[in-house]
């Protein structure tokens, strides 16, 4: 959920800047979205008398460059520092909690992503034994535990001080130390959290995402669980928790720094949104032989073992459980193979009934999403199959799963999935259509029509992205409204509770998606005048069925939006409004329908005044339970 970045260097800057604070500071902003609550910084300061120097700032990395620039004792020409910033879990997102985090003496510091599981036994622990705890995080004792190894073992390294601290804590992180008297090093380390680390010439350096040093590096190494790397200038070295070495595996990303930037564009978020026709074609590239036949070269699983799979489970979260809903359609009805799907938190904890012949699938575009990851342990734990959609390419859930389908959306940085969802429910689609040609429930012409039909929905949602002034006129027509409910039937009920979730998580509005048939079964008793309802009301075999339930919540004096394919003018009788969409084959509608919600949903944010990118108490990758 955090961000958290580390560098060491041997060159001394002779320009007056400090570059080591500098690159920290810079990679933080481009690590922001991992949660923006405060950041801090610390460096090594030979000049001070604790060795050390640290800033903190409220308000995210914006202010702390700010509080940077105006603090006259900065230091100039350290040779590490590492930096944080941070989505709050214990303790409120003020300077107090903000990271780094020092030990009693102010000569450790520590940045940390991830939860302590047991900080309240161990900070009582410490207190009793004379630390001086100062904030409210479960982060702090990590710098305490650390200190007491070296005071217990004055010989001890600070790699070999870590590793006594972290035999005795429970939970999850990715962190980074620096100490004054060990100046030329950073000690890293990982269990869950995700850890990047790359090494150049006079350099190293560490973050726990691409975009903070892809300027520094295009070729990383990856900081598996329960390792332990020490970082010094030009190389690093890692260990297991008993000190043996390790090789780490390596990571070569062929990104584009300008591709994490907005390109003219307002926002990340429009922008992504406008490149959701290329993600899809992306997604679906080189995976159609032009015989028709689909082929999928990461999925290491055999035809044959696919053949004997008698049930799936999809586990994910948020946007990515909505295109994993979506998906149950698609494969239930072409690959004629039951399938459950469950929000990756509750799957965890009800002990499911999985074996070898159950394909579990966890769908996360960041892959490193704490949930759905442990879901997929689990999953494998209990010998079941585990296949993993991401977009990160080698991210832990893909390094842990038994195949994986990239989906090729390129770096997402607004917190808002869109143009990542898109690609999922794309390469979703495809998972259906190959299982249901390994288990010989699709004749070839049958495929070969519906990737016709793939073919041209780059084109179709292209040609929704380009209405975005009249959704936007749609949004200003209601901008005044404070309730939502969101209704779709079949495929249409998961692009509804899609709609739903980013109208609430972009505008902060009271929004509610249900199916729409069971709104009589309660919560038509929230409907009344002024209520707006948004219903997904493209062509599918059950559109009349919608329609009546359209007449329902009408005749309660509800304002009717509509998603509705071009030129149904019998639909749009039933609307104050509509948005519209292109019809297509409708097990692949969502992928249309819900670029129109999406634009909605960014509409009234703006209309609002909000910010798009960074929607406030929420994060992009969430590494937390
Ligand atoms: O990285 P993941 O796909 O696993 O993330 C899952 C959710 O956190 C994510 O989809 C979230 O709901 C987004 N804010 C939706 O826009």
Sequence with gaps: MCGIIGIITSERD??????????????????????????????????????????????????????????????????????????????????????PHVDCTGRLALVHNGIIENHVELADELIAGGHRLVSETDTEVLAHLIEAAIVANPEARLEDAVRVALARVEGAFALAVIHAAWPDEIVAARRVSP??????????????????????????????????????????????????????????????????????YDDYMSKEMAEQPEAIANTLRDRVLPDGTLVLDEVHITDAEFQAINKVFIVACGSSYHAGLMAKYAIEHWARIPVEIDIASEFRYRNPVLDAQTLVIGVSQSGETVDTFQAIREAAAQGAKVLVISNVVDSSMARESDAVLYTRAGPELGVAATKTHIAQITALEILALYLAQARHQLTPADARALLAHMD???????????????????????????????????????????????????????????????????????????????????????WDKMMSNIAEVKSRGASIVLVANDGDEETARHADAVLWVPETEHLFAPIVDVVALQQFAYSMARIHGLDVDRPRNLAKVVTVE
């Excluded at 973050?207 to 690093?236: H, K, M, Y």
């Excluded at 495929?491 to 249900?514: H, I, N, Q």
């Design 14 to 99: 002779q320009t007056g800047s400090d570059r080591v604070l500098d690159t920290v500071v810079e990679g933080l902003e481009r690590l922001e979205y991992r949660g923006y609550d405060s950041a801090g910084v610390a460096v090594i300061d030979p000049e001070r008398k604790t060795g050390l120097w640290r800033a903190r700032a409220a308000n995210g990395t914006r202010s702390l460059e700010d509080l940077v620039k105006q603090m006259e004792d900065a230091p100039r020409g350290s040779p590490a520092g590492i930096g944080h910033t941070r989505w709050a879990t214990h303790g409120r997102p003020d300077e107090h909690n903000a990271h």
């Design 195 to 264: 850890l990047l680390m790359g090494v150049s010439d006079d350099h190293a350096f560490l973050a726990s995402d691409v975009p903070a040093i892809l300027g520094l590096t295009r070729d990383f190494f990856i900081l598996e669980d329960d390792r332990v790397a020490v970082l010094t200038p030009g190389s690093l070295r890692v260990t297991d928790l008993d000190g043996n070495e390790v090789e780490p595996p390596r990571l070569h990303v062929d990104w584009d720094l300008d591709a994490a930037r907005r390109d003219g």
């Design 456 to 542: 041209v929905l780059p084109e179709k949602v292209a040609r929704v992205l380009e209405r975005s002034h009249a959704v936007h006129e749609v949004a200003e027509r209601f901008r005044d409204s404070s309730a939502f409910i969101f209704l779709g039937r079949h495929v249409g009920y998961p692009v509804a509770l899609e709609g739903a979730l980013k109208l609430k998580e972009l505008s902060y509005l009271r929004a509610e998606g249900f199916p729409a048939g069971e709104l009589k079964h309660g919560p038509i008793a929230l409907v009344e005048p002024g209520t707006v309802v948004i219903g997904v009301a493209t062509r599918t075999p059950v």
